[in-house]
């Protein structure tokens, strides 16, 4: 599918949904922007956006269409023989958090962003784009005067779409601590362990794109306009405090992990303690039992009462024990 909107340099709207042959000339009035989103694009809509009518770089357009494992951020130049305008191809990602299914699910957002066009390519659909361009056709805040103003929208949206799965992460943490201290089972170790790996999988997303991000709030792109390079440092910014959170996050499975092994090793010392006290109380009663349970004459059987005696001995050993280890507060 593809959306596509023209905007003055004033952030209003001129047209949307235009026809591809009319592209070239919009791209070529230096008073309009640009935007063209493909999202979940057939291969011959790719064809006529990314090489048909903007001419993008080969490499550019195969690293948009193929699933990017990292994001990354390149700026491309046209040599002599090439046809494209200066340009930024762009990968981020967005992200989502699902306690039901204990995963983060990431969605790629590719970006090309020129002077005064800007393309996104993404095969799920974003909310980020869609709040983006709702924020955009309503024209309140004139976000649409240039594409780096737009682009600048699109990646502090995704970093506060990162928020919602974090608070969510937050409250599966906090269950399982409290299982972890009160009914601590292997399907709780199995969700501290899963919940861990997502936690790793999601620092993993969020490192490349600081080192991206930051490259923008350096201001290291002439695309990217100077007074606009703050805002870049504040997304920037956000997104290292979402990086510390998870660091925390990180630190906080670690301790309820430890709890976990504590408190079951807890309840094994309990068990075996246990045993060990009805092994002990019992030992002088399997002790006199064994003595009168062997097959030879036994004097002190003929002795008048001599078989109470024997009870009562038991019975005050016994009880004699179990006195001692409750002196002793053993239980």
Known sequence: MIRS????TQGRLHSKDIE?????????????????????????????????????????IEDCVMLSPSPKVEEYSPKEEDRFAPYLFMVIHAVDYSRKDGVFAT???N?????????????????????????????????????DRVAHTLLDSIVENYKPALDELSLEIGELEQQALQHPTRETLNKILQVKKEVLHLRQIIGPQREVLSRFARGEFK????????????????????????QGYTDSLTGILQIYLNMSSNQTGEVVKLLTMITVITTPLMMIGTWYGMNFDMPELKVRYG??????????????????FKRKKWF
């Not at 695309?223 to 405090?241: E, N």
């Open 307 to 324: 078989y109470e005696l024997a009870v009562a001995v038991t019975a005050f050993t016994t009880a004699a024990t179990y006195w001692y």
């Open 20 to 60: 591809m042959f009319l592209m070239p000339t919009l791209l070529a009035d230096t008073n309009l922007f640009l935007w063209v989103d493909l999202e979940k694009p057939e291969a011959e809509e790719t064809k006529s956006v990314l090489e048909d009518v903007f001419h993008f770089h080969p490499l550019s």
């Open 111 to 147: 970006f090309f962003l020129g002077r005064n066009f800007l393309v996104t390519y993404h095969e799920a659909p974003l909310r980020s784009v869609q709040v983006t361009g709702e924020r955009c056709l309503k024209s309140t805040v004139h976000i649409a005067r240039a594409p």
């Open 107 to 109: 969605s790629e957002l």
């Open 5 to 8: 909107f023209a905007f003055t």
């Open 223 to 246: 695309l990217i306009r100077a007074h606009l390079v703050p805002y870049y440092r504040d997304v920037h910014d956000a997104l290292f405090h979402i990086s510390e959170l998870a």
